[in-house]
């Protein structure tokens, strides 16, 4: 087995991989990275469908509210390089963007590919040296530095980036590589689950009515009784319950039992809609209730289904209508109940809650407050962000961090009394 050494090995061709080795690379700084995959990037070709939605539109300071409660930890990275500096980084390199309405920023050319040569070529010119097919076996501390075993060799290194990615979407690669090893050096990890990931609910009943969306619906999630969070977001019905930027960017925070009480009524609150309602049936007793229904913004097909788990037929008149019926059905168009059954797994979430604890790392540098010398990039970290291009951001700004921590590094002598 050959032995190499380097100034700073990366673990993950991912984009924060790649991105922290564009900008450690140097020569008092000479990076390799080690990529399980036979090719890089394989989680970046799928974002936005392979459009590569790569950041989002916007002041960078509001980019905060959009990682949970870990936005405050990416402040320094995101300040240091902002979705501005990220779309002049491309720009600089022959790649333009596009902002669409809603905010969200692609490429010119909408091809993720375009978005990874760029990455691959700067590497290329910046000496970036990327072996492929070489999964990490072994990480372990080895004097001043770390020492790593693959299938094909051992490499010794000053400074070790894990940029493994999370535990979401594993047929790309991502399957926890980073955590193992983190732990492995004793670098405290918190409990993973999927995120950004649909919703199957029990006893689901619009199955039938599966492809419809909702734009900017209001719904609240209940635990135990209590109200655990309120959101705003497009909904979309699936086969087995819910999806939609909504429910993604909320199902960080929602669990197995769960009660998601969705307003179909829009901004329309349950008394406001209660007395629209109250009024409309004292005024229209020989109208069909379904047909005074549909003044109200709730999509035909759906208010169908409504009216039938609201146990009224379609023949039922205004002046039939009992205050059981007209209470059911007020509930259900203001705050339907659903219950959680279970989230996606890893296997179709599209990004991973959890991961290295923040507490332990430095969020200036992104260096291991536990391991002189170990740094972290990207899905690794317990970072996961709302969809939209947050969690590309964040990965593109905490490898340029932690890039320019090793620089740093490289540029003093080994401490020689460790």
Known sequence: MHMEAADCIVIGAGPAGLFCAIHAAAPECRVIILEKNARPGAKLLLAGSGQCNITHDGEIRDFLTHYGNHGRFLRTALMSFSNKDLVEFFYERGLGM???KNGKIFPSTRKSDDVLEILRD??????VSIRYSEPVQDLIRAGDGFRI????GEYQARTIVLATGGASYQKTGSTGDGYRLAGALDQPVTERAPALTPVIIREYPFADLAGISFENLPFTVWRSGRKAGTWRGDILFTHTGLS????LDASRDIRAGDVIRISFAGDLTRETFAGELTGLVQANGPRLVRTIMAGFPVPDRLLKKILLLSGIPDDLTCAHLTAKQRSLLIACCTEFPLTVDRLGDFSIAMATRGGVALDDVNQKTMESKCV????????VLDIDGDTGGYNLQAAFSTGYCAAMGIRAACNQPPNRSA
């Open 98 to 100: 596009e902002t669409e």
């Open 122 to 127: 700067e590497c290329t010119k910046r000496g």
């Open 149 to 152: 075993t693959t299938e094909n």
């Open 244 to 247: 939609g930027p909504g429910i």
């Open 372 to 379: 002189p010398g170990l740094f972290f990039a990207g899905e």
